[in-house]
């Protein structure tokens, strides 16, 4: 139990996400590895199997600014759009954004234990507003029944790291003192990430939320996770 450990057990956050150029992980997509191809005695094929479906991070490439290395990340699906990002890990925290820059993301915070907890704030869209056009102006900024201007509420993602001792078992492999970080934005979804220290993140769920973080994955609406079925160094 996570009421057991103490200071002793905390590790530094970027123990928790390897990163090198050449780096890959190979992720199931809603656990489907696929199933062999199988043959009679007499050397037929009975059942051609079924492929499975994954994603591929891959490390490929790295760059030095203000002190602190980026990461690239190339992201690859068989359907859908190549996509990029870039981490970086401190003992600190495991940090992720676009490439080159952009709002930060914390996916992992020290201290690594539980109940340790952060707030990413996101930016207001811009909104752009005719000059004359009285209407689009009282739009832009709405207000109270006192006739008061309010300035929008920006959205915030929380985080929190629910325990640093999880099992997580995957179709290839079995992993202990998993660091489980939980992720809520209203309206939007609850995240869970699942760290293992000298491997990375083996597993990620999403979940459809409304006003309130999940405690654990219910598999409802919007749900989709991926789970590592290979790590390559």
Do not use: C
Not at 24 to 41: D, L
Not at 173 to 195: E, I, P
């Amino acid at each position: 139990s996570d009421d057991t450990l103490d200071a002793t057990a905390i590790r530094p956050a970027s123990d928790y996400f390897p990163l090198g150029v050449g780096s890959t992980w190979t992720y199931a997509i809603n656990g489907n590895v696929g199933t062999p191809a199988e043959t009679s005695e007499d050397g037929e094929t009975t059942d051609e199997g079924t492929p499975g479906e994954f994603e591929t991070r891959t490390v490929t490439e790295l760059s030095a600014r203000g002190g602190i290395t980026w990461y690239r990340v190339a992201v690859s699906r068989e359907s859908g759009a190549p996509t990029e990002f870039e981490l970086a890990a401190t003992r600190d925290a495991v940090v992720m954004r676009s490439p080159g820059g952009g709002i930060e993301m914390p996916l992992l915070q020290h201290p690594v234990f539980p109940g340790t907890a952060w707030q990413v704030e996101l930016p207001l869209p811009e909104t752009v507003v005719p000059t004359d056009d009285p209407s689009a102006q009282a739009a832009a900024s709405p207000q109270q029944d006192d006739g008061a201007t309010t300035d929008p509420i920006p959205e915030t993602i929380d985080y929190e790291i629910l325990s640093i001792s999880d099992i997580v078992v995957t179709p290839k492999q079995r992993y202990t003192n998993v660091v489980t970080v939980r992720s809520f934005q209203a309206g939007v979804a609850t995240q869970f990430y699942h760290f293992a220290a000298g491997v990375g993140m083996v597993k990620y769920v999403t979940e459809a939320a409304a006003t309130a973080p999940l405690d654990s994955p219910t598999r409802g609406d919007g749900f989709e996770f991926i789970e590592l079925a290979e790590y390559a160094p």
